[in-house]
């Protein structure tokens, strides 16, 4: 301690009174101020306080509208007006709270947990809480402006499906953007409140699609009345979307799974271009996309029959006897299979001491391949299969697509299961059995594939090797060209193959095969039927319960014509019976739609024609 | 011997500095509570309860030790802080593009608000030790290196406005210690450099809201906006104020930062002149007692440290209101004991307890 001498404490005590001045003078300064502010200027200020208020109303923009390829609209916009609450002029909650629960049916706990579950937004911010409304609702509002200045109709372009469930797993759904979205900035730029894509094309294309937001500025006084304009900014609609859905088409194919379950899926061998798109049961997408009623959503997602699954990309099943078309050509071009490779059905063959049976109780006879593909004869493939071995046929097959995505431009797809040895060490941990091999040679068993994948491989080899990528998406205003560059892979099939599968599947349809219930007359469709047993014959008489869940599933793939293959079909239906008895007809429409379409110019609009030629 | 010594120490706290303290920080409460509306647990209002409670704590622990201890061990505390400050630099956590926050088992502190009253106390100690009339150069430079080294540190954490409460604290040592005409002529010329150094470094940001303030009505949708919402706030008090809860510039978020900030203006439009008077007198109640402090402290050490805490006090409170009442730049340089905030309540509160240490000890030996 430093013992200060009188002299030190003299001079730091004289310079220690110089502290005051700054001291008492910011004092005097600040009280003069706040006397200038409060006092002199205060009912100006007030004044200002009470016109201070500018409201910041967003002005939604309508998403881009979806055309099919001919260019007929599917998805538009129409105006529509949602009750928007301004929390920041509620004079009295409780009377707000009585008013919205007698008036316009919102019941107070709702009303609560909105407010609630608001709280971290701004108070500037309005809230949507009763959306659509119709024209009472309208006028409650307008008639009551003075009481409940809080209260506000706020124009939104809404979502308009023209035709309700049609294509409904294509397009998709909007839906104000989750929580989940936003921490995880699935789409970027995105705001809370945002209306966002959900589902479909609407998902996958929500950027081009979404538009710009205006704004205005207006200011309100203290009742919440507008009293200027600040400032305007208009919307700018968004980007439009061409598919390359032929609304004709997607037509019939939803009829005709109307009370069914299954997919239909007919596409465009050459280019992969999705002609149609249908999965039973559907949903109408407008009473999805708004953004309070969660109602019918939740009912969406309970429905067992699971409507909201696209049944054509999101579910896969074992292919049945379609998967003999894949066999064929592994058959072909590894040399197991050639003109003179005949095999004799006596309706039953034994395999690592197991019978495995033929659909045909009493056998085929003697078949070649054609015949077996026309016939569908397991027991020709059972020793197809056996001779090749798992690897060969897990080889060829993914390279026809088998086991992997087909990439197509909608979400959620699933890739199907290929097996093989190492895929059943790796899932199961346990060894591939011999007897496996025979139940995949004619897609029984652990191979499972969705329609779109099936389409796919069927069109490879009817369009000589070429794996395409399907898409729905023709044309999209705001996206670049190069975007629309879908990529191809080539796969190695001999010419010669191709014209033996495509020989036995003209035969199925045309000669009294087991598809000749897809054959028009005069157009040379080839086809391949396919039936997925659930449960075993044996087991089968004994089940007492509902009958049609150990029904089978039906399958038909086929692509016309023979000799120019321009549109290849997938039908699917869940627990449909046969293949040719089920699938086949349907497969039949699709086909007899299309070329009737094709064969009558006065259907072919001129945007069809250069929607057609710009696609190529 | 020992209980009389603490009688003796307790019969000398002064009651009406204290209660000014607890009156600053209850109008502060009461104001958090009426802008940021609740009061439960986790609420602004809630967790200043909190802060005041460990304050107050931090407070009488700092009552006990005499002042001694905290200057005889300052290089350590010192360094501690260097340290501390350095480690924000490395680990820091960003908060408003302010990496000054040190993450310590899930309670985030802002080191800069501690280091500034070791800085006082280093600063006070090294000028008390000089037993001339007038510091000399060489004892100005060395003291400036203890007070802007940890200011360099401060303002890479991006934070402006702590580093600049630094400034008036060295000021205003340097002239208690007794400066000679030819070092202030150095001072002024060295200000004069780095004056416009200092305009380079700042962000536009920063730069457009030292401008605004010559001239606030020239954009206000933006960084005029605050002010010009602020005198509103103020003004639109009037002389009794809105009354609780009812002021709209506040309650409706036309005030921006009406918790921490902006709290005077908040304060201001619902309290109107009278409770605005009212608290600049608690204010000026807590910087008489601190040059009283200063004047009777037993020793060079205790008037330095009080001057040191004086300055930082009046600083803060010169740029805070004086933002609030559109006479300053905006700022973020919260109202010290009012504004909600956890570091600069605890902080203000240290600075306190050594202040008023020293009170109690002015007849100790």
């Not at chain 1, 699971?306 to 040399?335: C, H, V, W, Y």
């Not at chain 1, 897990?394 to 909608?410: K, N, P, V």
């Not at chain 1, 059943?424 to 059995?433: A, E, I, L, M």
Request: glycine residues 10%.
């Amino acid at each position: 301690m430093n013992l200060q001498t009188d002299s030190s404490r003299q001079h730091l005590q004289q310079r220690l009174a110089l502290f005051y001045l700054p001291v008492v003078a910011v004092f005097v300064i600040f009280a003069a101020r706040l006397w200038q502010l409060q006092i002199i200027g205060g009912s100006d200020y007030a004044l200002q306080a009470e016109r201070n208020r500018i409201r910041n109303i967003q002005l939604v923009a309508p998403r881009g509208t979806i055309t099919d390829r001919d260019g007929n609209p599917l998805v538009e916009n129409r105006p529509s007006f949602n009750i928007l609450l301004y929390r920041e002029s509620i004079k009295d909650i409780n009377a707000t709270t009585a008013f919205l629960a007698a008036r316009l049916k919102i019941h107070p706990d709702d009303f609560a947990e909105l407010i609630q579950r608001s709280k971290g937004t701004g108070l500037y911010r309005p809230l949507v809480i009763k959306e659509d409304v119709g024209i009472d609702d309208i006028s409650v509002v307008e008639v009551h402006k003075r009481e409940h200045p809080e209260l506000q109709l706020g124009p939104e372009p809404r979502r308009l499906y023209r035709h309700g469930t049609l294509a409904s797993h294509v397009l998709g759904y909007v839906g104000e953007i989750s929580d989940d979205e936003l921490s995880k900035e699935i789409f970027p730029g995105a705001r809370i409140g945002d209306l966002v894509g959900k589902f479909g094309v609407e998902r996958t294309y929500n950027k081009p699609l979404t538009g710009r937001d205006g704004r205005r500025f207006v200011l309100v006084d203290s009742v919440g009345r507008e009293v200027g304009l600040l400032d305007e900014v208009d919307p700018v609609i968004g980007g439009e979307l061409r598919l390359t859905l032929d609304l004709e088409l997607q037509t019939v194919a939803d009829e005709m799974l109307a009370d069914k379950i299954g997919a239909i899926v007919a596409m465009d061998p050459r280019n992969g271009e999705i002609l149609a798109m249908a999965s039973a049961p559907s949903f109408d997408p407008n009473s999805l996309s708004t953004r309070i009623s969660l109602r019918d959503w939740q009912r969406m997602v309970d429905d067992p029959r699971k409507p909201l699954q696209n049944r054509a990309i999101q579910n896969a099943f074992p292919p049945g006897s379609t998967f003999k078309l894949i066999m064929a050509e592994a058959g072909l071009d590894e040399g197991f299979v050639d003109d003179l490779t005949r095999v004799t059905c006596t309706g039953v063959a034994l395999y690592y001491n197991r019978p495995f049976r033929c659909a045909l109780r009493q056998g085929h006879g003697t078949v070649d391949l054609e015949n077996a593909i026309a016939r569908s004869c397991n027991i020709f493939f059972y020793e197809l299969g056996r001779r090749m071995g798992i690897s060969l046929i897990a080889q060829h097959a993914q390279a026809l697509g088998f086991g992997e995505r087909s990439g197509i431009d909608l979400p959620g797809e699933r890739s199907g299961i290929m097996p093989s040895p190492e895929w059943k060490q790796r899932v199961r941990g346990t060894k591939w059995f011999g007897g496996e091999t025979i139940s995949v040679s004619i897609g029984q068993g652990a191979v499972t594939s969705t329609p779109l994948q099936l389409v796919r491989a069927v069109s490879c080899l009817a369009t000589g090797g070429e794996l395409v990528t399907p898409h729905v998406l023709l044309r999209a205003e705001q996206l670049p060209e190069e975007s629309a560059l879908w990529p191809r892979r080539r796969v190695p099939i001999e010419e010669m193959s191709m014209r033996k599968i495509r020989e036995g599947m003209w035969q199925s349809v045309n000669a009294w095969g087991t598809g000749h219930a897809a054959a028009v007359p005069g157009l040379d469709i080839c086809g391949k039927t396919g039936t997925v047993q659930v449960i075993g014959a044996e087991r089968r008489k004994d089940f007492s319960g509902d009958a049609s869940i150990v029904e089978d599933h039906s399958w038909f793939v086929g692509f016309a014509s023979k000799d120019d293959p321009e549109i290849a079909v997938v039908v699917f239906v869940e627990h449909g019976g046969k293949g040719g008895v089920t699938a086949a007809p349907i497969a039949r429409e699709v086909f007899r739609t299309y070329f009737a379409k094709r064969k009558s110019p006065t259907l072919i609009t001129e945007a069809a024609r250069t929607a057609r030629a710009g696609g190529q | 011997m020992m209980m009389k010594v603490n009688q003796r120490l307790l019969a000398s706290f002064d009651w009406v500095w204290f209660f000014a303290l607890i009156g600053l920080c209850a109008a502060g409460l009461m104001e958090i509570w009426s802008t940021t509306g609740g009061t439960g647990l986790n609420s602004y209002f809630g967790r200043q309860m909190l802060y005041l409670g460990i304050a107050l704590v931090v407070f009488l622990i700092l009552l006990y030790f005499d002042y001694h201890i905290f200057s005889d061990n300052i290089p350590l505390l010192y360094a501690a802080g260097i340290l501390a400050l350095t480690l924000v630099l490395i680990v820091g956590r960003t908060v408003h593009s302010n990496r000054s926050w040190l993450c310590v088992g899930g309670i985030a502190v802002q080191p800069s608000e501690l280091v500034k009253i070791l800085v006082i106390i280093a600063v006070a100690r090294y000028f008390a030790e000089s037993e001339r009339d007038h510091l000399q150069l060489n004892e100005l430079i060395i003291g400036a290196l203890i007070a802007f080294v940890p200011m360099a540190l401060v303002v890479f954490q991006g934070d402006l406005g702590t580093a600049i409460t630094f400034v008036p604290i060295y000021v205003a040592l340097a002239v208690l210690g007794g400066l000679r005409r030819r070092h202030i002529l150095v001072f002024l010329i060295a200000g004069a450099i780095a004056l416009p150094a200092g305009w380079m470094m700042l962000k536009d940001y920063q730069k457009s809201r030292i401008q605004t303030v010559l001239n606030p009505s020239t954009d206000p949708q933006k960084v005029g906006y605050q002010t010009i919402q602020s005198k509103i706030a103020v003004g639109s008090g009037r002389f009794l104020g809105k009354g609780f809860r009812q002021g709209s510039q506040g309650q409706l978020g036309f005030l921006p930062a009406r918790h921490t900030d902006f709290v005077f203006s908040a304060w201001a439009e619902e309290r109107g002149f009278a409770g605005s008077i009212a608290l600049l007198g608690l204010f000026l109640v807590v910087c008489l007692r601190l040059l009283k402090g200063a004047r009777e402290a037993k020793d060079r050490l205790g008037t330095m440290i009080c001057v040191g805490v004086l300055a930082l006090l009046w600083f803060h409170l010169t740029i805070n209101v004086g933002m609030a009442l559109g006479l300053m730049p905006v700022a973020g340089i919260p109202l010290p004991f009012v504004s909600a905030g956890g570091s600069s309540l605890i902080s203000s509160f240290a600075a306190m307890g050594i202040c008023m240490n020293i009170w109690m000890r002015r007849y100790v030996n």
